[in-house]
C-alpha cells in the first residue's frame, strides 16, 4: 500500500493565492521530500525536509513536518499559472532507506 | 549533461509481446529505480538497484525483470506483456545518501498493452 497520501486530490484557486497541500504518511521516515510534476513530464524535485526538522522554506515553498502525526504539507504562496501541475510527496521509510516511496498526488490549478 | 534517459517514449504491444525499457543516466549515480504510474494510485516501486550487480523488488515486481551490469544502465524487461502493464513507466537515479538525496527522473515511456 502507499505510504504518503496527499490531501486535497484536486486543488483549484486563483492566481495570486496560496496553496496549500497535505501528505501523511504510514512508517517512520529518514527524510520527506516533495516533487512537481508538469502535464507528460517527469517528476522535478522541490524540497527535502529531513525528520528532524520542523519547517524549511525555499523561495515561494514552506513545507512542514509534523512526525507526531506523521504529517506533512506544502505551501505555495503567490500562486503563477506556471505553478499549475501534480505535486508529490514521497518518503525515505527507516527500514530499507535506498527507496523512495510516493503518495497518490495532488493536483493543483492555477486560474488566471 | 543528458540526466536520465528514457527510451522509447511510447510502446504498443500485442499481449504475449516481451520488450525492454531502456534507462541510462550520465551523472555517475549509483541508485536507479522504475516506478510505474497509473491514474489515481500515484508512483508505485517496481524494482530498484543500489549500485551495478545488485537489484531488488520494489512495491509491484511481478512481470517484470531488472539487471545492472553498468552504473549507467537499468533496464525493465516485461518477458509476456498484459494488459495489467499499460501504464507510464518512469526511471529515477540519484547519489547515495540513505535516502536523504533527491531523485532525478527521466521523461517517462507511455506502455499501452492491447
Known amino acids: 500500500s502507499q505510504q504518503g497520501e496527499e490531501d486535497p486530490q484536486a486543488l483549484s484557486i486563483q492566481e495570486g493565492e496560496n496553496a496549500t497541500m497535505n501528505c501523511s504518511y504510514k512508517?517512520?521516515?529518514?527524510?520527506l521530500q516533495w516533487y512537481r510534476q508538469n502535464s507528460g513530464r517527469g517528476l522535478v524535485h522541490l524540497i527535502l525536509?529531513?525528520?528532524?526538522?520542523r519547517e524549511k522554506h525555499s523561495g515561494r515553498l514552506r513545507v512542514t513536518l509534523d512526525t507526531s502525526k506523521k504529517s506533512s504539507s506544502l505551501l505555495i504562496t503567490a500562486s503563477r499559472a506556471a505553478d499549475t501541475a501534480s505535486y508529490f510527496c514521497?518518503?525515505?521509510?527507516?527500514?530499507?532507506?535506498?527507496?523512495?516511496?510516493f503518495g497518490q498526488g495532488t493536483r493543483l490549478t492555477i486560474n488566471p | 549533461n543528458a540526466g536520465v534517459t528514457q527510451t522509447p517514449k511510447f510502446q504498443v504491444l500485442k499481449t504475449g509481446q516481451s520488450m525492454t525499457l531502456q534507462c541510462a543516466q550520465d551523472m555517475n549515480h549509483e541508485y536507479m529505480s522504475w516506478y510505474r504510474q497509473d491514474p489515481g494510485m500515484g508512483l508505485r516501486l517496481i524494482h530498484y538497484s543500489v549500485g551495478a550487480g545488485i537489484t531488488d523488488q520494489g512495491e509491484v515486481p511481478n512481470g517484470y525483470n531488472v539487471s545492472r551490469s553498468t552504473t549507467e544502465d537499468f533496464p525493465l524487461r516485461l518477458l509476456s506483456a498484459a494488459p495489467s502493464q499499460t501504464s507510464v513507466y518512469f526511471c529515477a537515479s540519484r547519489v547515495p545518501g540513505g535516502g536523504s538525496t533527491e531523485a532525478f527522473f527521466g521523461q517517462g515511456t507511455r506502455l499501452t498493452v492491447v
Open positions: 512508517t517512520s521516515i529518514n527524510n
Open positions: 514521497a518518503t525515505a521509510v527507516i527500514q530499507g532507506a535506498q527507496k523512495l516511496v
Open positions: 525536509i529531513r525528520s528532524n526538522e
